[in-house]
T-cell receptor, first 113, second 116 residues
Framework: KAGVTQTPRYLIKTRGQQVTLSCSPI?????VSWYQQTPGQGLQFLFE???????NKGNFPGRFSGRQFSNSRSEMNVSTLELGDSALYLC????????????FGSGTRLTVV | AQSVTQLGSHVSVSEGALVLLRCNYS??????LFWYVQYPNQGLQLLLK??????LVKGINGFEAEFKKSETSFHLTKPSAHMSDAAEYFC??????????????FGKGTLLTVNP
């Protein structure tokens, strides 16, 4: 079956712009989480959605937001981009909330110039 | 609060040698522990997970890890390294110390190099 699909794979944006990243979870998975990966900070939790509701949020500014649709697909949005937002953004899906293990997508590489 | 420490940001082994990647965790409640592998320009692939069943966990590609509560460790091993094992490995912990937050807290990662 298809894995977690993230689009686009690569993005180049200018400081001050906004960006929307998309994640389609594995069919039947209802939980979607987002992580930011940078060389300096490593992997950091952004937020988790389940049944179209944000269940948990990491320590990121309000410029980072997300949503989940009724088909479990999720989007995350970053407004007023800063150079420091350059990172690999990873989406992970799980069957439901709980420690069942997450399946990650290949990520979206965002470069802010 | 939970945390993960991976000892050694870079480990180099010869092909056929034992692979040992170290992970220590901090958690105030019984943890769930995971090892993920990341190949260049790819996402994370789950190698194995510990969820309070058997303390010795077997994963994919010949990897296994042992949960040692007394040492708060969850080291990853493989008896014989293959060239294809070269990648970055991440240890992660998840617990309910933050309430209903099942988020994963990752270590900084260990880059494994396999020499021919």
């Amino acid at each position: 079956k298809a894995g977690v699909t993230q689009t686009p794979r690569y993005l180049i944006k200018t400081r001050g712009q906004q960006v929307t990243l998309s994640c389609s979870p594995i069919s039947g998975h209802r939980s979607v989480s987002w992580y930011q990966q940078t060389p300096g900070q490593g992997l950091q939790f952004l937020f988790e959605y389940f049944s179209e509701t944000q269940r948990n949020k990491g320590n990121f500014p309000g410029r980072f937001s997300g949503r989940q649709f009724s088909n479990s697909r999720s989007e995350m949005n970053v407004s007023t981009l800063e150079l420091g937002d350059s990172a690999l953004y990873l989406c992970a899906s799980s069957l439901r909330l709980g420690n069942y293990g997450y399946t990650f997508g290949s990520g979206t590489r965002l470069t802010v110039v | 609060a939970q945390s993960v420490t991976q000892l050694g940001s870079h480990v180099s082994v010869s092909e056929g040698a034992l692979v040992l990647l170290r992970c220590n965790y901090s958690s105030s409640v019984p943890p769930y522990l995971f090892w993920y592998v990341q190949y260049p320009n790819q996402g994370l692939q789950l190698l194995l997970k510990y969820t309070s069943a058997a303390t010795l966990v077997k994963g994919i590609n010949g990897f296994e890890a042992e949960f040692k509560k007394s040492e708060t460790s969850f080291h990853l091993t493989k008896p014989s390294a293959h060239m294809s094992d070269a990648a970055e490995y991440f240890c992660a912990v998840s617990d309910l110390s933050g309430g209903s937050n099942y988020k994963l807290t990752f270590g900084k990662g260990t880059l494994l190099t396999v020499n021919p």
